[in-house]
């Protein structure tokens, strides 16, 4: 399974961004997909995550962005989406998408997703 991460650039605060996670190699629906970000000298966190559909197809968020962003998936593209509204500095980071089949329980957890992406890098001026 392959994940290619899009669409991360140079933003000012209160501005939007749409990221994109296109996951090639495997059978999209049965694969739950994670967003994490990871900002200069801090660790890897969770932002979002789309569950496969034998969990229903939820979403889960970080208390951090809810609100503000939104994941979906277009199971015809085998893309999941992050959009990212009202962004603020403390958004900027490398931005991860990660495919697993974790237990509802464990989406937030990094270390039960078995394939990442490259990273798109998010900065948020202020």
């Known amino acids: 399974v392959q994940l290619q991460a899009s669409g991360g650039g140079l933003v000012q605060a209160g501005d939007s961004l749409r990221l994109s996670c296109a996951v090639s190699?495997?059978?999209?629906?049965?694969?739950?997909v994670g967003w994490f970000r990871q900002a200069p000298g801090k660790e890897r966190e969770f932002v979002a995550a789309?569950?496969?559909?034998?969990?229903?197809?939820?979403?889960f968020y970080a208390d951090s962005v809810k609100g503000r962003f939104t994941i979906s998936r277009d199971n015809a593209k085998n893309t999941v989406y992050l959009q990212m509204n009202s962004l603020q500095p403390e958004d900027t980071a490398v931005y991860f998408c990660?495919?697993?089949?974790?237990?509802?329980?464990?989406?937030?957890?990094?270390?039960?997703?078995?394939?990442w992406g490259q990273g798109t890098e998010v900065t948020v001026s202020s």
């Open positions: 789309s569950t496969r559909n034998l969990n229903g197809g939820t979403t």
């Open positions: 990660a495919a697993g089949r974790p237990a509802l329980s464990a989406v937030r957890a990094s270390s039960i997703y078995n394939y």
């Open positions: 190699g495997g059978t999209f629906s049965s694969y739950s």
